[in-house]
C-alpha cells in the first residue's frame, strides 16, 4: 500500500472563507472582551484606587500612593505565565471549549466583584488585600487567553496572509482599550468627576458581567461549528511539556519575551499613565487637564492603534515580520521623547497629536506578532511557547511601565525622561527581533520539528 503522512500532519481540510471569517471573529471579540476587563482595572487604578483603597496613604503622601496604585497593575502579571502553563495542560486534557469558557468567566467575575468591592473607609486593610487578590485572577485568566487566540487566527490562514489574519486578535487591544476609556469618559461625562469618583467608578466594572454573556455567546457559536473541532486538534498538536520547550527551544522563549517588552511597555503607558498624567492637579505632578477631553482624546487616539496594527500584520506579509519589527521600533523611540514635549503644553489638541501618533508607532510592532511567534516554534510546542514568551515579554514591559514611569516623574520633575526608558527598551526590543531569521512561510503543521533559526 502507498504511504502517507501521519494523519496529524494537515488539518482534514482547508477552512472555507465563511469558517475563516468566523475564526477571526472569535478570536477578535474574545480578546476585546477580556481586554476590557483587564484595562478598566488599568484605568481605575490611575484615577481612583489610591484614595479609595490606600485612603491613610493617599492623605499623607498621594505620590508614593500613586506609585502603590500602579504597582497593583503589574501584580497580576506576575501570574500571567502561571496561567498560560495551567491553561495549556487543562486544555490538553479537558479540551479547549471548557478552558476558554473557564478564562473568559474567571476575567468576568473577577471584574465584576471588583465593582462591588467595599473601600478602605469600610472594611480597612481588607479593602486593598481583596482587590489585589481580584487583580491576580484577572492576571491568571489572561495568560491563558492570548496564545489561543493567536494561533487560531494564524494556523488557519493562508501563507501569503498571515500577517493580517493574526493581527485580528491583536486588534482586541487597541478595541478593548478604546471601549473601556469610551465608557469611563460616558459616565464621567454623565455623572460628573466627582460622583465617578465616589461611586461611578464600579460602573464599567459592572458592565463586564454583560461582557461575559456576550463573549461566551459568540464563542460558543464557533465552538458548535466544524471550525472547532480543528481548532481543538491544532491545540492539542501545539502543546507540549514544558521540559522540552526549554530544553530545545528556551532561546525562542528568551527572544520572544525581549521581542514584546518595548511595545508593552509603551502601550501601558497609553493605558494607564497618560490619563492620569494630564488630568491630575499640577501640585501632584499632573497638568491639571479636565479629565473628561482628555479620556474622549485618548479613546480617539486609541483608533490609530486599532488601524495601524492592521497595517502592520498586512505589510509584514509584504515586507517581512522581522523587518516590520524594526522599523517599528525606530519610529517609536523617535517619537518617545518628543511626545512629552506636545502633552506637557496641557493643550488638549497636542496631548492628542501626541498620543495619536504613538499609538499609530506601535502597531507596526504588534500587528505582526502572533505571525512571527508563531511561526518562530514547532507546531509541537508552539502554544506552550508563544504563550509563555508573551506573558514574561508582559512583566518584562508593561507590568510595571506606569510605576517606572510615576517614580521617574516624581523623581526628575521632568516627563520627557519616561521617554528616555521607552528609548532604551526598544533598543532591547529591536536587538531581540534582530536576532531572528527571520521564518516566515515556514511550515506550521505538526510533523516539522524544526525551529524557526
Not at 359 to 385: D, N, V
Request: charged share 15%.
Amino acid at each position: 500500500m502507498a504511504t502517507s503522512d501521519p494523519p496529524t500532519s494537515q488539518p482534514s481540510r482547508e477552512l472555507d472563507p465563511r469558517e475563516r471569517r468566523k475564526v477571526l471573529a472569535g478570536t477578535m471579540v474574545g480578546t476585546t472582551i477580556e481586554w476590557y476587563d483587564f484595562f478598566i482595572y488599568a484605568q481605575a487604578a490611575g484615577l481612583v484606587f489610591a484614595p479609595l483603597f490606600l485612603a491613610p496613604l493617599s492623605e499623607a503622601n498621594p505620590a508614593v500612593a500613586q506609585v502603590l496604585s500602579f504597582a497593583t497593575i503589574g501584580i497580576s502579571f506576575l501570574f500571567r505565565p502561571l496561567g498560560a502553563i495551567v491553561a495549556g495542560h487543562l486544555g490538553d486534557r479537558f479540551g479547549r471549549k471548557r478552558i476558554l469558557v473557564i478564562t473568559l468567566v474567571m476575567m468576568g467575575v473577577a471584574t465584576f466583584l471588583i465593582g462591588l468591592l467595599p473601600t478602605y473607609a469600610q472594611i480597612g486593610m481588607a479593602a486593598p488585600a481583596l482587590l489585589i487578590l481580584l487583580r491576580v485572577v484577572q492576571g491568571f485568566s489572561a495568560g491563558g487567553e492570548w496564545g489561543g487566540a493567536a494561533l487560531m487566527s494564524v494556523e488557519h490562514a493562508p501563507v501569503p496572509k498571515r500577517g493580517v489574519f493574526g493581527a485580528y486578535p491583536q486588534i482586541g487591544v487597541p478595541c478593548g482599550m478604546i471601549l473601556a476609556t469610551f465608557v469611563v469618559w460616558a459616565i464621567t461625562a454623565v455623572i460628573g468627576t466627582e460622583a465617578f469618583t465616589e461611586w461611578g467608578w464600579r460602573v464599567p466594572f459592572l458592565l463586564s458581567f454583560v461582557l461575559i454573556v456576550v463573549g461566551h455567546l459568540i464563542r460558543r457559536t464557533v465552538e458548535e461549528s466544524p471550525v472547532f473541532e480543528l481548532m481543538q486538534r491544532r491545540k492539542s498538536e501545539s502543546s507540549a511539556p514544558l521540559g522540552r520547550l526549554f530544553r530545545e527551544n528556551s532561546k525562542e522563549v528568551f527572544l520572544a519575551a525581549l521581542i514584546f517588552v518595548a511595545n508593552n511597555a509603551a502601550g501601558y503607558l497609553v493605558i494607564a499613565f497618560l490619563v492620569t498624567y494630564a488630568s491630575r492637579p499640577v501640585e501632584e505632578f499632573g497638568l491639571g487637564m479636565e479629565r473628561g477631553p482628555v479620556l474622549l482624546a485618548t479613546t480617539l487616539a486609541a483608533f490609530g492603534w486599532l488601524v495601524s496594527t492592521m497595517y502592520g500584520g498586512w505589510i509584514s506579509d509584504k515586507l517581512g515580520r522581522v523587518r516590520t519589527f524594526q522599523v517599528g521600533y525606530v519610529v517609536l523611540a523617535a517619537w518617545a521623547v518628543p511626545m512629552w514635549f506636545m502633552v506637557d503644553t496641557g493643550d488638549l489638541l497636542w496631548y492628542f497629536v501626541g498620543v495619536f501618533v504613538l499609538c499609530l508607532t506601535l502597531g507596526l510592532s504588534y500587528g505582526p506578532q502572533s505571525a512571527l511567534y508563531a511561526e518562530m516554534f514547532p507546531a509541537e510546542i508552539r502554544y506552550s511557547g508563544v504563550s509563555i514568551g508573551y506573558a514574561l515579554g508582559a512583566i518584562l514591559g508593561g507590568a510595571f511601565a506606569a510605576t517606572i514611569a510615576e517614580l521617574l516623574l516624581t523623581t526628575f520633575g521632568a516627563s520627557w525622561t519616561i521617554g528616555v526608558y521607552v528609548i532604551v527598551l526598544c533598543l532591547v526590543s529591536g536587538t531581540a527581533v534582530s536576532l531572528v531569521k527571520s521564518p516566515q512561510g515556514a511550515d506550521l503543521h505538526v510533523g516539522d520539528d524544526t525551529p524557526a533559526r
